[in-house]
């Protein structure tokens, strides 16, 4: 399987500010299978919850962000990474979380956390 910037490479050519979650749908969208399988990937509700987290966690950290598809890390951040800030912010709020996800995405979490 190619590498995931590989398969948009072709795109961003023509499009340098596209995110790359616009053009790995542009890829699937011209039928490229291993585009197509990783789009359905990363819309999965494994995938989704994980953002969702993030992005709620975010408030332990304010040193991570989101930027388009990826996440960032300035200076001076408690944590070394998006799975450990996730982690410490699941079990201090596991009810709290519970409460507030969308049906389609407790599954997931219940299966992870």
Known sequence: M???????KPVWKD????????ALKVVADQGDPQ????????RSPAMR????LFDKAVGLDPYWEREGD????REGAAYETPEEL??????SHRDEILSEL???LKEA???RY
């Open 70 to 73: 990826h996440y960032r890390c």
């Open 102 to 104: 969308p049906d389609d």
């Open 86 to 91: 996730i982690r410490v912010f699941v079990q």
């Open 2 to 8: 190619k590498m995931a910037e590989e398969l948009v």
């Open 109 to 111: 979490f219940e299966a």
């Open 49 to 52: 919850l994980e953002e969702v």
């Open 15 to 22: 499009n340098p500010g596209m995110t790359f979650g616009h």
């Open 35 to 42: 585009a197509k399988a990783l789009l359905e990937h990363l």
